[in-house]
Structures are given as structure tokens and as C-alpha cells.
């Protein structure tokens, strides 16, 4: 049979979902090294580095994520292939709501970090402007940089802790997320992956492709 043309999202919403998925790559792992450079005082320049081009991703992340929000409330997009179980397509559907959720999560919580000016492995006051790409000062939370030394304390250890546990969350979503995508495209032989990877076609046939706008 011959192979279906799929329809595609939007080229805004293809960039919008590689460039946000890169930058979080890019984020976490720039995370867990500068955790682990900062304790070595010969790492600790690039470490410092590493923390504000971490801010600075973070930071875009969050503006990339709330026009993505944006676009895709008021932009049509391909439905879902006709042929997924009700239970699969309610999954497919928690699980972009919980990525939402994280490219929102974790940012904030690294905003209300760092807003709050305080080291919580040291308990001791560190403020440190954040510095966009090296172009200029994004301003800090309004606020927490005033307040006590026990809100600002009690604000950065809760924020530190859900950043951490939503970080690991967002590590095994992802996974799941491609894990799925890659099922979608060599084993039910949709439309899925295809809707989102330009240059891909479905390997199934019309009545595994879906159909609307971008």
C-alpha cells in the first residue's frame, strides 16, 4: 500500500518542541556537572560558568515553554492516530500535561533559588546575579532578596528540593516520551513521530496516518 502523507504540526511548533528539548538536555546534564565541579577548586571558574549558562537555559526554557503554551491553545493540531486504545491516547494526553508541567516547574524553582540569595548546602547567604547569556541581569524574584534570613533559607531549601526531584521526574518522562514516540513510529506504524520530525514519513498506511492542521 502506498504510504500516507501525514499531516505535520506547525514549523513554530516543531522549532518551539526541538529547541525547549535540547535546552533541557543541555540543562540537566550541565547540572549534574557543576554540582560535582563546584567542591573542586581547581573546576571552580568553568563551574561558575556552568551555573549561569544553567540559569540562562533555565530561564529561556520558561519563556520558550509559556508562548508554547500560547501557541498550542490557540493553534490547531493533529489529532491522534483513530487506531489508539482510549486507555493509550489518555496517557499520551497526562503526559505532555506533566512535561508542561516540568518545563515550567523547574525553572521556577531555580528562579525562587536563586532569587532568595541563599547557599542551602552551606547555610549561608550567597547572592549572585543572574546574568542572561552574559547580555544582562535577569532580575531576581521580588521579594525574597529582602526577607529574613530563615525565609530566604526555608524558601531555597524547598526549591533545591523540588528542582532536584523534578529533574530526575523529567529524566524518566523523557525516556518514556521518546520511548513512545519511537513505538508510535516502527511498531504501530503512524503518524506520530512523523508529525513532529521533518523529513519523516510514516511507515504505515492511510488508516495509520492522522489527519488536521499543525
Known amino acids: 500500500m502506498a504510504v ?10 516543531i522549532i518551539l518542541h526541538w529547541s525547549i528539548a535540547i535546552a533541557i538536555g543541555l540543562m540537566i546534564y550541565v547540572g549534574w556537572w557543576m554540582t560535582d565541579a563546584i567542591k573542586d577548586p581547581a573546576l571552580a571558574s568553568p563551574a561558575f560558568k556552568a551555573y549561569q549558562f544553567h540559569k540562562s ?3 529561556t526554557i520558561l519563556v520558550l515553554t509559556l508562548f508554547r503554551l500560547i501557541w ?3 493553534h490547531k493540531f493533529p489529532p491522534l492516530p483513530e487506531h489508539m486504545p482510549g486507555w493509550e491516547k489518555a496517557a499520551a494526553r497526562l503526559s505532555h500535561i506533566l512535561l508542561y508541567a516540568i ?15 541563599w547557599n542551602s548546602e552551606m547555610n549561608m547567604p550567597f547572592a549572585i546575579p543572574t546574568l542572561w547569556f552574559g547580555l544582562f541581569e535577569w532580575p531576581h524574584l521580588p521579594g525574597l532578596t529582602e526577607a529574613s534570613d530563615a525565609v530566604r533559607s526555608a524558601a531555597a531549601g524547598a526549591a533545591m528540593e523540588v528542582h532536584e526531584i523534578v529533574a530526575w521526574g523529567a529524566v524518566g518522562l523523557i525516556v518514556l516520551h521518546a520511548a513512545a514516540a519511537l513505538k508510535h513510529h516502527f511498531y504501530d506504524r503512524d503518524s506520530v513521530l512523523a508529525g513532529m520530525v521533518p523529513g519523516i514519513r510514516p511507515l504505515g498506511d492511510d488508516a495509520h496516518s492522522a489527519h488536521g492542521e499543525g
Open 103 to 117: 518545563m515550567l516547574i523547574m525553572p521556577i524553582t531555580g528562579w525562587i533559588y536563586v532569587s532568595a540569595g
Open 57 to 59: 537555559l533555565g530561564l
Open 4 to 13: 500516507a502523507h501525514t499531516s505535520r504540526y506547525s514549523m513554530v511548533a
Open 72 to 74: 498550542r491553545l490557540t
